[in-house]
């Protein structure tokens, strides 16, 4: 018989989720991630969301105990500011990620140095949203741009208008003074 766990994903219990194999699953308005916001050309509007999809595990390695892991997925779009034509553009984001739980910070550097996955330290609570949010303000683009040209045409400067007279020379005055003062 299946039981039901009411989990709250603001302080997820990472090591038992992990050990009976539970996957999480939910969205949040886009205005309840507010680093994520800040960084939008545009506030999000009330019905933005950010979908997500948390699904917990234990691997066994060859030798040892058992491994957590966490699958995270989340997708949402946002509105940048292209940096090409100052215009909004529409971007999505989509995060697929894989954490190993381990005990401590060290031992996850020590890893992170020698491996291609992305460690966490296994927390008593674990801030899905926040973990989310971090996730999602990595995978926003350096510098944001419409893909090949701006839907608006940019702005052109005005052609300056051919002066009616000569600039003079500044350095045609230096020559003169020049002439003015040789005595010869």
Known sequence: MARERRTDPLAAPAAALCRDGETLLGAWPL??????????????????RVGWHARFSQVQPVAGPPQPWLELEAHAHVTLQCQRCLQALQQPLVLERRFRFVASEDEAQRLDADSDDDHLVLEPRLDLRSLIEDELILEL????????????????????????????????????????????
């Open 141 to 184: 683009p350096l510098v944001p741009r419409h893909e090949g040209s701006c839907p608006q045409p940019l702005p052109q400067p005005e052609p300056a208008e051919p002066a009616d007279e000569a600039r003079p020379n500044p350095f045609a005055a230096l020559a003169a003074l020049r002439k003015a003062g040789d005595p010869g």
């Open 31 to 48: 205005a309840e991630l507010p680093r994520l916001s800040a960084s939008l050309f545009v506030p999000p509007a009330a019905d933005e």
